[in-house]
């Protein structure tokens, strides 16, 4: 009896002691570059993703995750956990600067590799880095910086450990989602061997499917015909597919059929040729031609994503070879909707050339783009619902029961780090260098990983070259560039087709309100840029 009530006694620490000392999860982040909410299969696409579908079916999806609708804020977003307009990323209203590259995070604005590595993690980038500053400053142990000069099929530009690369003459077999693969087993590997006792935190970065659409030729093959019947008839089938997987319960959005690109290049639409359309028009408009070019561009936009999945699929067997699948939280997500843009850079587009090769540059337009975002509306740089939703899946067999589960709450890039810090058990520092780091925005969805629950939060925020937006619970409140606020309740309506503006002006005070003092207040946490 004294054993039994001994063990009773020191249950709870023999239980802490146990906890204390199991392994840290290594942590994989895999980022996708202008993948539309519904292009993987296990969120209504009919693009064969198994190996992402597998993760899905293992672990969790979260239907309502945000981005930020554009590349380098969402990958500040990432990696810092703030706003990129807190911390120097993307500008603000009256602001000076913070657009793309041309401004520097303050000096507390770490990266997550800086909360990690005193913890004994070993930090890998592989892919596109479009962040501010060198990766192995951002506290990576090793990288490959692919800067895709306007081609898949070439290395011209990528840095290894920031060191630019000396590119072969010949570069036949290159391609940059295969590559970007190549290089993150190279790195797991080598940690087997020199580092095998240290979790690992690998962030991979893939370029596809941004444009230029380019993709091997056996991959177009599998979807050469099958965008043929356009794309009202797509986004009717992936609504359909969203619905029944419960992914979505919103109706389908309208076609705005009057909403091009982003971005005015009418030069570009000349040198591609009479096949292109720059506004998504009803499929029964379009002239023959027409309907094969646009349903080829969706073939390669396809076939990259297909891609993707397949290298996803290398380096997931590589983990599971090794023992390491089951205490690794992989998280899987896109840094924007699929993008409406049309234009040509870099060596140009030769349109005698076979599309999806080196030679073409291709981008998918307003039409297949609107069908990648089903059921939402608009696109990249649209602070709308399809500019901003990505699908989100969770993967981590030692740390999540639960298997194929969906989760509802509304959450944001911000999110990831501290819900990595709270996976592996440790606390975000306080201060840095001798400077105090402001309180971030984002929540640890951890909580939600045993059970569909809502993470308490205030608002989510958005505002990207004008765009701009804030949600609240249900409500959303949401602008274009210069137009006037539109007010939806989403939990009824996330396709944005009912504004409630004048119904409720009320609650559109209050957010606007709302939105203006988290804009004042992200201009207060700017600090003096590192030099």
């Known amino acids: 009896m004294i054993f039994r009530a001994a063990i009773v006694l020191l249950g709870p620490l023999l239980f802490a002691a146990a906890a204390w000392a199991a392994?840290?999860?290594?942590?994989?982040?895999?980022?996708?570059?202008?993948?539309?909410?519904?292009?993987?299969?296990?969120?209504?696409?009919?693009?064969?993703?198994?190996?992402?579908?597998?993760?899905?079916a293992g672990g969790l999806r979260f239907t309502q995750f945000y981005n930020t609708?554009?590349?380098?804020?969402?990958?500040?977003?990432?990696?810092?956990?703030?706003?990129?307009?807190?911390?120097?990323?993307?500008?603000?209203p009256g602001a000076n600067g913070g657009g793309g590259g041309k401004n520097r995070r303050p000096e507390w604005a770490r990266l997550l590799p800086d909360f990690l590595k005193p913890h004994g993690y070993r930090a890998y980038h592989s892919g596109k880095w479009h962040i501010d500053g060198k990766v192995l400053d951002g506290g990576f142990d090793r990288s490959l910086?692919?800067?895709?000069?306007?081609?898949?099929?070439?290395?011209?530009?990528?840095?290894?450990?920031?060191?630019?690369?000396?590119?072969?003459?010949?570069?036949?077999?290159?391609?940059?989602?295969?590559?970007?693969?190549?290089?993150?087993?190279?790195?797991?590997?080598?940690?087997?061997?020199?580092?095998?006792?240290?979790?690992?935190?690998?962030?991979?970065?893939f370029i596809a499917p941004h444009f230029p659409l380019q993709a091997l030729p056996e991959d177009i093959a599998r979807y050469r015909d099958r965008y043929l019947a356009g794309w009202d008839a797509l986004r009717a089938e992936r609504h359909a597919r969203q619905l029944a997987l419960g992914v979505v319960t919103t109706p389908?959005?309208?076609?705005?059929r009057n909403v091009g690109p982003p971005y005015a290049f009418p030069e570009a639409i000349a040198k591609l040729g009479s096949g292109e359309v720059d506004r998504p028009l009803p499929w029964a408009e379009l002239t023959e031609e027409q309907r094969r070019f646009q349903a080829t561009k969706m073939a390669i936009h396809a076939?990259?994503?297909?891609?993707?999945?397949?290298?996803?699929?290398?380096?997931?067997?590589?983990?599971?070879?090794?023992?390491?699948?089951?205490?690794?939280?992989?998280?899987?997500?896109?840094?924007?909707?699929?993008?409406?843009?049309?234009?040509?850079?870099?060596?140009?587009?030769?349109?005698?050339?076979?599309?999806?090769?080196?030679?073409?540059?291709?981008?998918?337009?307003?039409?297949?783009?609107?069908?990648?975002?089903?059921?939402?509306?608009?696109?990249?740089t649209w602070v709308h619902e399809g500019g901003i939703a990505t699908p989100l899946i969770v993967h981590w067999p030692a740390g999540i029961a639960a298997?194929?589960?969906?989760?509802?709450?509304?959450?944001?890039?911000?999110?990831?780090?501290?819900?990595?810090?709270?996976?592996?058990?440790?606390?975000?520092?306080?201060?840095?260098?001798?400077?105090p780091i402001p309180p971030a925005p984002g929540c640890s969805l951890v909580p939600?990983?045993?059970?569909?629950?809502?993470?308490?939060?205030?608002?989510?925020?958005?505002?990207?070259?004008?765009?701009?937006?804030?949600?609240?619970?249900?409500?959303?409140?949401?602008a274009t560039r210069g137009g006037p606020w539109e007010l939806y309740d989403l939990s009824k309506d996330r396709a944005e087709?009912?504004?409630?503006?004048?119904?409720?002006?009320?609650?559109?005070?209050?957010?606007?309100?709302?939105?203006?003092?988290?804009?004042?207040?992200?201009?207060?946490?700017?600090?003096?840029?590192?030099?």
């Open 252 to 256: 389908l959005s309208a076609l705005e």
């Open 303 to 380: 076939a990259m994503v297909d891609r993707m999945d397949r290298e996803i699929g290398r380096l997931l067997e590589h983990l599971r070879a090794t023992g390491r699948l089951d205490n690794t939280l992989i998280l899987f997500a896109s840094d924007n909707g699929a993008s409406a843009e049309i234009m040509v850079r870099h060596g140009g587009h030769d349109p005698r050339a076979e599309p999806g090769s080196a030679a073409t540059y291709l981008c998918l337009g307003p039409g297949f783009s609107s069908a990648a975002n089903t059921p939402f509306r608009r696109h990249k």
């Open 145 to 205: 910086d692919m800067e895709n000069q306007g081609s898949f099929f070439s290395a011209k530009g990528n840095l290894i450990d920031d060191v630019p690369v000396r590119v072969p003459e010949d570069e036949t077999g290159y391609y940059a989602t295969t590559a970007t693969i190549d290089h993150a087993l190279e790195c797991l590997r080598d940690h087997e061997v020199n580092h095998a006792g240290k979790p690992f935190f690998h962030y991979i970065a």
């Open 497 to 531: 087709s009912v504004n409630l503006v004048d119904l409720h002006p009320e609650i559109a005070a209050d957010l606007e309100k709302e939105w203006n003092a988290r804009a004042a207040a992200m201009e207060a946490m700017r600090r003096p840029s590192v030099p």
């Open 403 to 435: 298997r194929g589960e969906l989760r509802h709450t509304p959450a944001h890039l911000i999110d990831i780090v501290p819900t990595v810090l709270e996976a592996a058990d440790l606390s975000k520092p306080v201060v840095w260098a001798g400077s």
């Open 448 to 478: 939600a990983f045993a059970r569909d629950m809502p993470i308490r939060r205030e608002a989510l925020w958005w505002l990207h070259e004008g765009n701009r937006a804030i949600r609240s619970g249900d409500w959303k409140l949401v």
């Open 23 to 56: 392994p840290r999860p290594n942590v994989l982040i895999f980022m996708a570059d202008d993948l539309g909410y519904s292009d993987l299969g296990c969120y209504g696409g009919e693009i064969a993703t198994p190996h992402l579908d597998r993760l899905a």
């Open 69 to 92: 609708a554009r590349c380098w804020p969402s990958r500040a977003a990432l990696l810092t956990g703030y706003y990129a307009q807190a911390v120097n990323r993307d500008a603000l």
